[in-house]
């Protein structure tokens, strides 16, 4: 079973503004927060989606104004593409679609923003 969310491991970031809410915001880089909770109706909209995973720079100190943002999404059907609307730089993978090593490297470090079941919360 997939692991997410080793708190332990990561930064305590505060959250940018009052209007940040999505689950586990205070793990993403200030940065980032404002793009992921605008993503969130996109997660949302799109019954496909089961749930999104930030990873690599958003997720730790280093992240600065160049970073992209790195997503990783677990869905229904695998061959349903995700679209969103955003047109900031963001790294979109599929779990199904990626190799054990960058599995682990998400499972280990990864930060679940969005959760449509509520399995990782």
């Known amino acids: 079973m ?3 969310n080793h708190f332990d491991l990561h930064f305590l ?3 940018k503004n009052r209007d940040i809410r999505f689950i586990n915001a205070e793990y993403i880089h200030p940065l980032k927060q404002e793009l992921v909770q605008s993503l969130q109706a996109d997660f949302e909209g799109d019954d496909n989606v089961k749930t999104v995973i930030a990873f690599g ?3 730790e100190f280093r992240c600065n104004s160049f ?3 790195d997503l990783c999404l677990e869905r229904y059907d695998y061959e349903r593409p995700f ?3 955003s047109e900031e730089e963001i790294d979109l993978l599929y779990w199904d679609r990626i ?3 960058l599995k682990n490297e998400i499972s280990q470090k990864g930060i679940v923003v969005y959760d449509r079941e509520g399995s990782y919360v």
């Open 13 to 15: 970031f505060d959250r």
């Open 67 to 69: 970073s992209d943002l």
């Open 2 to 4: 997939k692991k997410f």
């Open 57 to 59: 720079s958003a997720v």
């Open 99 to 101: 190799g054990d090593r």
């Open 83 to 85: 679209h969103c609307i």
